[in-house]
């Protein structure tokens, strides 16, 4: 005889198995109270530490060497949207696993590409800030976790860098839209765009001049294509800095030019490999060239309202203009929109991180006339 199961041991088995399924690098972002109540106790916490001093030596040097060869996935590596991270990972620059504290990022970003100090700061704690675990410290950088919350239906969890419309979004340069399905892999049919582009503009390299001309084209093409393309910060940024990265870090150190083979691109693109002794670029690199490829073809922000071809600029969006708009409407609209009311461990991660990112920009931005001032969304500690 079956004897039936009350419904008050249903509600716990449910808590328990989802909080035993919480993998300790998932965000918490956009969780309700109920959820944070029952997984936040399950977490080891970890304070973020402060940010460690920039690097000393930034001179080109070998980063594909004997300590940080290539290997091919393990079958539960994770990679995501970014080809950067992802060649870090598949070279051991970050855990080959995919799986990193913010520190780890910020080292690997310098060690591995010479990225500049401030900028790997405002990037690694901003893309950490939404798609980080802020209390156990731990980001992926992408990938999905199967979770379901204790107030059904909740749809699983995006692990990582794929949160759409935020670092990831609309009008990538290798992966599809998110309204298309998958946002996250190599797209081979975008990446002929790439290389048809490069042989049009930039006699068979991809520089600046190509970066104009093929962000302009994907913009177009998402406007005709995706009814739901958005086009707003911060994607607005990420957009623009995408199209210049792989100019500023994916260029030979010892080469001295702003020109990107092809076959180096497919393999950082499509294999997240760097080519055979691969020097990092000579010298801190930021996001040079944005400019350049913004005003080409000037774009405000904004989006699709009612379907295809229906884009309309969005006057509440940062633009270039206004960069410290993003920041404001980043952490009083963003980061309070997924963490409206946070207490405890979960609330000194958020303003620990949130001074992080701040420090990033003020370093990356300046700080002089025209600096950005702090905002606090939880109010200032005393």
């Given amino acids: 005889m079956r004897l039936p199961v009350p419904s008050s041991f249903l509600i716990l088995s449910t808590i328990i198995s989802t909080v035993i399924a919480f993998p300790a690098h998932a965000s918490l972002a956009g969780l309700s109270r109920e959820a944070l109540e029952s997984i ?83 990037v690694t704690y ?39 419309a935020v670092f990831e979004g609309d009008t990538s340069m290798t992966r599809a839209d998110f309204f298309f399905g998958d946002n996250h892999d190599f797209n081979e049919t975008l990446f002929d765009e790439f290389v048809d582009f490069s042989n049009r503009f930039g006699g068979g390299k991809y520089n600046f001049s190509v970066a104009a001309e093929h962000r302009f084209q994907r913009i177009q093409d998402s406007i005709a294509t995706n009814p739901n393309m958005t086009f707003v910060s911060p994607r607005y940024f990420t957009a623009y800095a995408e199209s210049v990265f792989p100019i500023n870090f994916f260029v030979d150190g010892r080469l001295n030019t702003f020109e990107l083979d092809l076959d180096v691109a497919r393999g ?54 206004t960069f410290c708009l993003l920041y404001e409407n980043f952490v009083n609209q963003t980061v309070k929109g997924l963490y409206p009311n946070p207490t405890g461990a979960l609330r000194d991660a958020l303003d620990a991180n949130l001074d992080y990112f701040f420090q990033g920009l003020t370093i990356f931005n300046g700080d002089g006339p025209g600096a950005c001032v702090q905002v606090f969304p939880y109010g200032k500690d005393e």
């Fill in 268 to 321: 950082f693109f499509q294999d997240s490999r760097m080519p055979d002794g691969f020097f990092r670029a000579n010298g801190s690199k930021s996001t040079e060239g944005i400019d350049f490829v913004a005003a080409q073809h000037p774009i405000e922000p904004g989006r699709n309202v009612n379907g295809i071809n229906s884009y309309v600029v969005d006057p509440t969006s940062a633009d270039f203009s």
């Fill in 126 to 164: 901003g893309s950490h800030l939404v798609d980080g675990n802020l209390v156990t410290d731990r980001l992926s950088i992408g990938g999905k976790t199967s979770f379901t919350g204790p107030d059904p239906p909740a749809p699983a969890i995006v692990g990582g860098l794929n949160t759409h």
């Fill in 40 to 122: 936040l106790p399950t977490l080891e916490i970890r304070a973020p530490p402060k940010p460690q001093a920039p690097m000393k030596d930034t001179s080109a040097k070998l980063v594909n060497d004997a300590a940080h060869p290539w290997k091919p996935l393990a079958p539960a590596d994770i990679r995501g949207p970014c080809p950067g991270l992802n060649t870090l990972a598949s070279h051991g620059w970050l855990p080959r696993d995919g799986i990193a504290s913010p520190s780890q990022i910020i080292e690997a970003v310098q060690e591995g590409f010479n990225m500049e100090y401030g900028l790997a700061l405002f």
